[in-house]
């Protein structure tokens, strides 16, 4: 786990209140499906605490975030533009193994980032 600023890449809106957030994440970490991050924004903004996404990808130093607004702090986010710097904390979690072969695998899931 580590806490690191990131650049803002893209954030773009993908469907209705749903947004598509890149960010440039150049610390080589593994991590495991399931796991999370928490995000902060700037320094000395209200909210001041970070708020939990789910990892929708983490490759080539680009961590890939969907997310919904649904208050403030994502109303926020929604607004920020790429170059900006957001913290953040991660990946958090147990996350869980990728199933082998010959598996029989369910998985539920629920909500959006």
Not at 102 to 108: E, H
């Amino acid at each position: 786990m580590i806490d690191i600023d990131c650049s803002i890449l893209e954030n773009n809106q993908v469907a209705s209140s749903t947004f598509m957030l890149v960010l440039e994440y150049t610390k080589d970490i593994s991590w495991r499906p399931g796991q999370f991050v928490m995000l902060r924004l700037a320094e000395g903004m209200d909210p001041f605490l970070r708020r939990p996404f789910s990892i929708l990808g983490l490759h080539n130093e680009r961590l890939e975030i969907l997310y919904r607004t649904r208050g403030k702090a994502t109303r926020m986010l929604s607004r920020m533009n790429k170059g900006e710097k957001l913290k953040v904390l991660g990946p958090l979690g147990n996350g869980f193994s990728e199933p082998q072969e010959n598996d029989k695998v369910i998985y539920v899931a629920g909500g959006i980032g």
